[in-house]
């Protein structure tokens, strides 16, 4: 054990792995707008890129653009269960336009619908949806099942007060005379 190492018996809080991003830019529409861009496909595993084309076929170019980090946290299993239970599970990689050299930045990739709809409600960035390939679906299963713990429904007990029943006064209480019901308790009367 090497210092500043903490011994645990427990499964770790969160995994990740390398997450190659796949871009595709084709000719734009209009004369205004000369390419779009979008989100294609992902690369587990893949090694680190800037904007490396994979192939083109005429104006058509996919760009292995970034390689970003998938990270998988414990706590957001419910969330990674309702993205696998989709009928095309997804990644969704968040994207902000450039002010760079490059047309895209990159934001983040994330397997959670909750996290992307995060970020898809702000409407500084791009979110898109790219199919999950099979042995993503497989890793993140793995990781749902090792971690995930249903909420145990707790129903609320109503305490044994009958409210029914006639209240003999009313007001505080602590008052014994029924005369005076609203003056505060412990305030003593003076007489004049």
């Not at 990674?80 to 336009?97: C, D, F, N, Q, T």
């Not at 999950?132 to 429904?153: N, S, T, Y």
């Not at 029943?165 to 019901?181: C, F, H, K, N, W």
Request: no cysteine; glycine share 8%; aromatic share 6%.
């Amino acid at each position: 054990m090497h210092a500043g190492e903490i011994l645990t018996t427990d499964h770790p809080k969160s995994i990740s792995m390398p997450l190659g991003i796949v871009i595709r830019r084709v000719p734009g529409a209009t004369r205004w707008v000369k390419h779009v861009w979008k989100a294609v496909g992902v690369l587990p595993g893949a090694g680190e890129a800037q904007w490396k084309e994979l192939r083109a076929e005429g104006d058509v170019v996919e760009y292995h653009a970034a390689t970003l980090t998938l990270e998988l946290f414990r706590t957001d299993t419910e969330a990674y269960l309702h993205g696998l239970s989709a009928k095309v599970p997804a990644i969704y990689v968040v994207m902000r336009e450039s002010a760079g050299d490059q047309p895209l930045d990159l934001v983040l990739a994330t397997a959670s619908p909750y996290e992307a709809q995060d970020y898809a409600d702000t409407g500084e960035e791009l979110v898109e949806k790219v199919v999950m390939p099979e042995g993503l679906i497989a890793w993140i299963r793995d990781f749902v099942e090792l971690h995930h713990q249903d909420d145990v429904f707790i129903k609320r007990r109503r305490d044994k007060t009958r409210v029914d029943l006639s209240e003999d006064g009313i007001g505080d209480a602590r008052i014994r005379q029924t005369a005076d019901v609203y003056r505060a308790p412990g305030a003593k009367e003076t007489m004049h």
